[in-house]
């Protein structure tokens, strides 16, 4: 570049610079913004990571689930139907790439409804198969809670990749379990991670007695179900009620009926445990925004790719601009420092 050029280019910046200097603050602000703007045009991104969830959520379908302790819109509602309205309203929160999947409980098996999809892609198909869980889906009348978490735990084990188990149930075994034959959990505990989350309330209540297909039939009486473990009936075919030897050759020691089997109330101290043996978190189901606060719980979470839009940001900038260069009050203090430079 010639001397002379070089001079001009010079001079030519500084002239623009002088007539920048010289605009108004409005109309500085106004240019940035439209500046802004232009830019936000191309579409500005950039590679993130951020916070996602995943779990197929597991809920028990047995009658004890039925029980009406909780309250939706003034009225009396089941377990089950406040599990489902509290789920409904969290997944509307869960944040985007966090994935869902349904499974139902009972007996003691799990049987999974939908894989693992994500939230905001699937969110109508998701609520959709919700909706149409109920206790029709029940396959039998036992309630083994131990049993059906573990079968819960190596089902997300074998669909691999990272998923998690949210576990909801009331923690009702039927037939009862003695607190001397817990069923142990075979796997390792913590390879899949989640939470057991405990529905229902403090009260024993009546359970309700269903038809396969859901119709009415009562409550449970309590000559209708087994008031004691299957270690403490002893032998079945025994007219005089003979014990169950243990491997020592001593007979199983037997525990008194409790004869309160037939009602139901939330066995939290219980589903503690399992949780704890199996490395889960524990939630008891009080409302929405305690279950997702313990749904996103930072331990909880993994690191999900994410494509973070910089248009937004363009955008909010230039629009503070906007409204700083066209609101009269934000304008004011400007004006007043400039008179203050003139008096001087």
Same mark, same amino acid.
């Given at each position: 570049?010639?001397?002379?050029?070089?001079?001009?280019?010079?001079?030519?910046?500084?002239?623009?610079?002088?007539?920048?200097?010289?605009?108004?603050?409005?109309?500085?602000?106004?240019?940035?913004?439209?500046?802004?703007?232009?830019?936000?045009?191309?579409?500005?991104?950039?590679?993130?990571?951020?916070?996602?969830?995943?779990?197929?959520?597991?809920?028990?379908?047995?009658?004890?689930?039925?029980?009406?302790?909780?309250?939706?819109?003034?009225?009396?509602?089941?377990?089950?139907?406040?599990?489902?309205?509290?789920?409904?309203?969290?997944?509307?929160?869960?944040?985007?790439?966090?994935r869902?999947?349904?499974?139902?409980?009972?007996?003691?098996?799990?049987?999974?409804?939908v894989?693992?999809?994500?939230?905001c892609?699937?969110?109508?198909?998701?609520?959709?198969?919700?909706?149409r869980?109920?206790?029709?889906?029940?396959?039998?009348?036992?309630?083994?809670?131990?049993?059906?978490?573990?079968?819960?735990?190596?089902?997300?084990?074998?669909l691999?990749?990272?998923?998690?188990?949210?576990?909801?149930?009331?923690?009702?075994?039927?037939?009862?379990?003695?607190?001397?034959?817990?069923?142990?959990?075979?796997?390792?505990?913590?390879?899949?991670?989640?939470?057991?989350?405990?529905?229902?309330?403090?009260?024993?209540?009546?359970?309700?007695?269903?038809?396969?297909?859901?119709?009415?039939?009562?409550?449970?009486?309590?000559?209708?179900?087994?008031?004691?473990?299957?270690?403490?009936?002893?032998?079945?075919?025994?007219?005089?009620?003979?014990?169950?030897?243990?491997?020592?050759?001593?007979?199983?020691?037997?525990?008194k009926?409790?004869?309160?089997?037939?009602?139901?109330?939330?066995?939290?101290?219980?589903?503690?445990?399992?949780?704890?043996?199996?490395?889960? @978190?524990?939630? =008891? $189901?009080?409302?929405?925004?305690?279950? /997702?606060?313990? *749904?996103? +719980?930072? %331990? #909880?979470?993994?690191?999900?790719?994410?494509? @973070?839009?910089? =248009? $937004?940001?363009?955008a909010?900038?230039? /629009?503070?601009? *906007?409204? +700083?260069? %066209? #609101?009269?009050?934000?304008?004011?203090?400007?004006?007043?420092? =400039?008179?203050?430079?003139?008096?001087?």
């Open positions: 570049m010639s001397t002379g050029l070089r001079e001009r280019v010079r001079s030519g910046g500084a002239l623009l610079r002088q007539r920048l200097a010289a605009l108004p603050l409005r109309a500085k602000l106004t240019g940035a913004a439209m500046l802004l703007l232009a830019a936000a045009l191309f579409g500005p991104h950039w590679n993130t990571t951020r916070p996602a969830f995943d779990y197929v959520v597991t809920i028990d379908v047995s009658q004890s689930m039925n029980v009406r302790d909780y309250e939706l819109d003034g009225a009396p509602a089941s377990r089950l139907a406040y599990t489902k309205h509290v789920l409904r309203q969290t997944l509307a929160e869960l944040p985007c790439g966090s869902i999947g349904w499974a139902v409980f009972a007996e003691y098996r799990v049987l999974l409804l894989a693992p999809a994500e939230v892609d699937n969110y109508n198909d998701l609520l959709a198969t919700l909706e869980i109920d206790g029709r889906m029940s396959w039998a009348g036992a309630s083994e809670v131990a049993k059906g978490l573990y079968w819960g735990l190596r089902t997300v084990k074998e691999g990749g990272n998923h998690g188990i949210a576990f909801f149930t009331d923690g009702h075994e039927a037939p009862p379990v003695s607190p001397l034959h817990i069923p142990v959990y075979d796997g390792k505990p913590g390879e899949v991670r989640g939470i057991v989350v405990g529905v229902g309330g403090d009260a024993l209540m009546p359970i309700p007695k269903t038809d396969p297909e859901g119709r009415p039939l009562g409550f449970w009486g309590p000559d209708e179900v087994m008031q004691t473990d299957g270690y403490s009936a002893g032998r079945t075919g025994s007219t005089t009620g003979e014990g169950l030897m243990d491997e020592s050759g001593k007979e199983e020691k037997r525990m009926p409790t004869m309160t089997e037939h009602l139901s109330s939330l066995k939290g101290a219980y589903l503690q445990t399992l949780a704890r043996d199996t490395a889960l @978190a524990y939630h =008891r $189901l009080t409302g929405q925004p305690e279950l /997702l606060g313990a *749904l996103t +719980a930072p %331990h #909880l979470a993994r690191p999900a790719p994410y494509r @973070a839009d910089g =248009r $937004l940001v363009l909010g900038i230039a /629009l503070a601009l *906007l409204v +700083a260069a %066209h #609101l009269p009050v934000l304008r004011l203090p400007a004006r007043l420092l =400039r008179r203050r430079l003139k008096s001087q």
